[in-house]
């Protein structure tokens, strides 16, 4: 087992409750942009998380915004080549496909700003919850740059390519209902905490089995890429991997013996 506390992580805060870890960046006097540093240490993270026998991942942020993506300073301050930059690009590519196929579920608690880089992040996790505060924007084309951190395939995925289109031609924002309408996020709570919720859903995806989870957060969207011939073999695959494992066996015996709870909606009046 790997021990994250070992690692070196000046700007993102960890601690373990149970089985799920939180992960918070904490640069908050830089509105959690990110430099290559921090993307330093995102990759070390999330190349370790699923080595440490952590079950899920709350991934939040210091201070009133999530992220505010790349950081401009350090970008403008270096004077990067193209070369530099593209190099940059891989760091921040491997950071979020550390986050998104380590096999590990991610629930990103959103508030203020995620915008560029920061959404980026964002839509590397498979839960994003937003509140109130919460906005989602591509500022790109007004600082005159282009997404670099995967936003074209993971941005466009969400939102459709469309719509990334517009947000990055004319910087236009989404948030509350709006978002959570166009796929930016898919949960919305009513006050300005979104972590609270993010801790629930992460307490209740760390009782699925581990290999369920896996193939859950990885599989649907590698399959997603491939032709539909290649992809009903690999379905088929993972689950006669998955739906044949032995965590599911006692699960599979309490729906027999009907003990397990059925699926349908709760009886209690919201
Ligand atoms: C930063 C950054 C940053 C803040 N890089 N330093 N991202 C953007 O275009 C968003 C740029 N940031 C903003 O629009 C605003 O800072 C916020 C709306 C996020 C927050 O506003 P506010 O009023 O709360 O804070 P602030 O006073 O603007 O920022 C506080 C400090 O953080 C300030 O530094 P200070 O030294 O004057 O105290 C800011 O300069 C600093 N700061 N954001 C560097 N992004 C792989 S390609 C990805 C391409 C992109 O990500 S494009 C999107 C870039």
């Not at 690009?89 to 096999?103: E, K, L, S, T, V």
């Not at 517009?166 to 996020?185: N, S």
């Not at 979104?194 to 989870?213: D, G, H, R, Y």
Request: glycine share 8%; charged share 20%.
């Amino acid at each position: 087992m790997t021990d994250l506390n070992a690692l070196d992580l000046p700007n993102i805060a960890l601690s373990t409750q149970g089985d799920v870890l939180t992960a918070r960046l904490m640069k908050s006097e830089k509105r959690n942009a990110l430099d290559e540093e921090m993307i330093r240490q995102l990759i070390d993270l999330f190349a370790a998380v699923p080595k440490s026998g952590v079950k899920a991942v709350v991934l939040c942020a210091d201070g009133p915004h999530f992220c505010a993506g790349l950081d401009l300073k350090e970008h403008y301050n270096k004077d990067r080549s193209a070369a530099e930059f593209m190099q940059v690009c891989r760091g921040w590519h491997q950071a979020f496909n550390n986050i998104q196929h380590g096999g590990v579920p991610v629930v990103a608690a959103l508030k203020g700003a995620v915008v560029g880089g920061g959404l980026e992040l964002a839509s590397a996790a498979h839960i994003r919850v937003a509140d109130q505060t919460t906005y989602f924007a591509l500022p790109e084309g007004q600082r005159g740059i282009f997404t670099g951190g995967g936003a074209t395939v993971r941005v466009a995925e969400l939102v459709g390519k469309h719509r990334m289109i517009d947000m990055m031609l004319t910087g236009r924002i989404y948030m509350k209902q709006e978002a959570m309408d166009v796929g930016l996020c898919q949960y919305l709570v009513a006050g300005e905490d979104s972590e609270t919720l993010a801790q629930e859903l992460a307490a209740k995806i760390v009782q699925n089995p581990s290999l369920s989870n896996m193939a859950i957060t990885s599989a649907i969207d590698h399959i997603s890429h491939m032709s539909g011939h290649d992809a009903y073999f690999a379905e088929a695959f993972i689950a006669g991997v998955v739906n044949t494992q032995e965590a599911s066996r006692d699960r599979l015996k309490g729906f027999v013996e009907k003990t397990a709870p059925k699926t349908k909606p709760s009886q209690t009046p919201s």
